[in-house]
Structure formats: structure tokens, C-alpha cells
């Protein structure tokens, strides 16, 4: 196995590791703002810069490949030089407030000015990023606070494989753009919403919430949860408003978890992270129903519901036999749910009669 000296420790590693990859494995932290495990590495940002021995210029750790021998050092004070006066620079056209900045999404690069100490005075200049009006109803996209990392670009070319936006511009007018600056419902977009999930600084954002004057996503209580729209079992983060609906909760956005942590690997699709306003829908079923002898659905306890449950499909059982007895399930369960029904049926009830939408 080869080997390289990292911060004065000699360290092994694998062929094809980055520097991140080396450091990150050692516990080491190296800001990043374009980086993402997912993606072909950019070089965008400059934020992860690091120094190898016997090279004049920083190289950046998330696109540098480890080589055998490298001395290499994360931390020392040219580099904290270079990260204070980087974020300094990247601040100089971006909104200082959290309040402007982070209206939705949680801006890193604010996160990153602060714990560098980087100096907010050194002017502003209005951003001069273009913008483009877009009627799509999901995402939304806010210039000022772009630092064109293009870690948006990247996931949806590498990732979605859609293409469906750009970086368009130069210096600093670069901005993302589509093909003629067409809303994104008239693009290849799937509105799956990748891009506002690997945005660094929420320059790409829910439209939803924002539109609805909703807590941003800091002030959001994460309850992890399993996609119902499929069986695939995708897990996502329910964003919620512990206060909102007058105390009950209110779910104010979804976003997945972060790469490498569940199987979707930090994607969504549209289903998954836009459609879960049904979920407080008021024609929504939120208590078990039991049909009385009026013929009239009655609210009741579970316990009840399930008892009488049981009660029709044994009596069906005796006086017609197993083979009378049916279980539909749906593909919208969990591939768990879905087992537990067929062992009900075949366990419980002797019966084989099983059957779920997906399997036709
Ligand atoms: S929503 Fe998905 S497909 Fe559309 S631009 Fe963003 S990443 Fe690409
Ligand atoms: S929108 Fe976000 S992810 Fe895309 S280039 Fe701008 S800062 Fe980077
Ligand atoms: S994270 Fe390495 S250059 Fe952006």
C-alpha cells in the first residue's frame, strides 16, 4: 500500500484517493464548498486549498490524487491566511445577514466567514449575477447569494443526467442559467431537487416555503422518515415546525440525507421531496373507522378497529374457508409492510391469496 506524510503522520492509502479522502478518513476537516462525494471533483471553490511540499502554489485537496511520498500539511498559517482572505473575498458581494441570506436554505459559506474570522469590510459591490424569471413551482433560484461552485450543474448532469441547467456568464456575471433561459418545466428538468439540496449556500432553494413565509430550514426540527410514494424505501428528513398548525407540527419542506449515510444516497425524486402537503390534507384519515349496523362509518380505537378486523376475516375463514379470504397490499408500503401482509395471510390465516399492485 502507499504511503504520504499527512500533517507530519505517515498515513496509507488507496489508489484513486484524493487528498480530501486521506484527510476526511483521518478525521482531519478541510472546508469544502463545491465538493460532493457524488461528484466528479471541480477544483470551483478554492476553499479546501492545501500545501504539498515542494510546490509554490496551494492545490485544492478534494481534486488532488494522493501519491506515494507526498508531504502534505491541512493546517498551518499560510493556509488559515488563505482561507480568511478567500471567504473575505467571496463575502464582498454576498448578503451578510442571515436573515436575507439563509430565508430558506442554511448558508455554509456564512458558517465558514465566521468560524475563519474572515474581515467583512473590505467594500461590497452589488452582485451582478443575471436572474431569470422561472414559473416553475419548486425551485427557486436567488443570484446574490450564488457563489458559482456549480455543484448544482454538476448533480444534474452527473447525477440526474438531465442537463437541464448551466453555468452561463463570465467573471463576475456567471450565473445558472438554462438553454435560452426557458423556465425549468419547459427544459429536461425532472424537478427532482438535487440541485437545492447540494446548493452550499441556498442559493438554490424550495419555492414553497418561501413563498409561504415559513421558518427556514435552521429553525426546523429534522424527523428522518421513509418515502411513501414507492417501494424503494428512499429515506428522507421531515423538516418540521414544532410550533406550526397551533402546536400540532407542521411539515414545512423535505430534504434527503446526506450521501453515504441511507440507501438513496442523498437523492430524491419529485414525489419524495415535493409532494408532502397531503400529509395535513383535512379529508385526511387520521383515526380508525368501523362501519356499525346503522351502516354509518363511527370514529373508534385501534384496538377495536383491528378486533373486529380479525373478527370478519375469521368468520369468513370458517364459514367459507381460507381460499375465500383475499390480502391486497400496495406498492406504496414498505418492502417490510409488504412481508409482514403476506405472512399474515399465510401464517395467520392459512390463506395464499396474496397479491400486490406491483406485481402486474
Ligand atoms: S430539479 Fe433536478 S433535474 Fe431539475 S435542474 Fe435541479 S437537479 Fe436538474
Ligand atoms: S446555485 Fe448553489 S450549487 Fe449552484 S453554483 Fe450557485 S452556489 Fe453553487
Ligand atoms: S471543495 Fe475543493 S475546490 Fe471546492
Known amino acids: 500500500m502507499s504511503k504520504l506524510t499527512l500533517n507530519e503522520q505517515t498515513i496509507c492509502f488507496a489508489e484513486g484517493e ?3 479522502d486521506v484527510a476526511s478518513r483521518q478525521g482531519l476537516e478541510i472546508p469544502t464548498l463545491c ?13 479546501c486549498l492545501v500545501e504539498v511540499a515542494g510546490e509554490r502554489l496551494m492545490t485544492p485537496a478534494c481534486a488532488r490524487v494522493a501519491q506515494e511520498g507526498m508531504v502534505v500539511a491541512t493546517e498551518n498559517e499560510r493556509i488559515d491566511r488563505h482561507r480568511q482572505t478567500l471567504m473575505a473575498l467571496y463575502m464582498t458581494d454576498h448578503p451578510h445577514e442571515r436573515e436575507i441570506s439563509e430565508a ?10 465566521a468560524e475563519f474570522d474572515a474581515p ?6 452589488e452582485p451582478m449575477r443575471g ?7 419548486y425551485v427557486d433560484f436567488n443570484p446574490d447569494t450564488c457563489i458559482a461552485c456549480a455543484r448544482c450543474v454538476r448533480y444534474c448532469e452527473e447525477i440526474e443526467g438531465v442537463s437541464a441547467i448551466t453555468l452561463a456568464g463570465r467573471g463576475s456575471h456567471t450565473t445558472i442559467s438554462t438553454v435560452e433561459e426557458k423556465s425549468l418545466l419547459d427544459t429536461t428538468c425532472e424537478l427532482c431537487g438535487g440541485c437545492i439540496d447540494v446548493c452550499p449556500t441556498g442559493a438554490m432553494n424550495e419555492k414553497l416555503p418561501l413563498m409561504r413565509g415559513q421558518k427556514p430550514e435552521r429553525e426546523l426540527v429534522k424527523v428522518r422518515s421513509t418515502c411513501n410514494f414507492c417501494g424503494v424505501g428512499c429515506q428522507l428528513d421531515l423538516n418540521v415546525d414544532l410550533e406550526g398548525r397551533d402546536g400540532q ?13 441511507t440507501t438513496n444516497d442523498g437523492n430524491l425524486c419529485v414525489k419524495g421531496r415535493f409532494a408532502y402537503d397531503f400529509v395535513h390534507h383535512k379529508d385526511r384519515l387520521t383515526q380508525p373507522l368501523v362501519r356499525d349496523e346503522d351502516g354509518v362509518f363511527h370514529p373508534t380505537t385501534w384496538d377495536d378497529a383491528l378486533e373486529r378486523a380479525a373478527e370478519g376475516l375469521l368468520g369468513v375463514a370458517e364459514r367459507h374457508g381460507a381460499d375465500a379470504l383475499g390480502f391486497v397490499s400496495s406498492s406504496r408500503c ?21 397479491h400486490q399492485c406491483a406485481a402486474t
Open 35 to 47: 465538493h460532493d462525494p457524488r461528484l466528479e471533483p471541480a477544483g470551483a471553490c478554492r476553499s
Open 131 to 137: 436572474d431569470r424569471e422561472d414559473r416553475n413551482p
Open 18 to 20: 484524493t487528498l480530501l
Open 249 to 261: 407540527g407542521q411539515i414545512v419542506k423535505v430534504t434527503s440525507p446526506p450521501p453515504g449515510t
Open 120 to 125: 467583512m469590510d473590505w467594500g461590497w459591490m
Open 334 to 354: 414498505t418492502m417490510e409492510e409488504n412481508f409482514l401482509v403476506q405472512k399474515m395471510a399465510r401464517a395467520l390465516f392459512r390463506a395464499n391469496h396474496v
Open 104 to 113: 430558506g436554505s442554511p448558508d455554509l459559506l456564512l458558517d465558514m466567514a
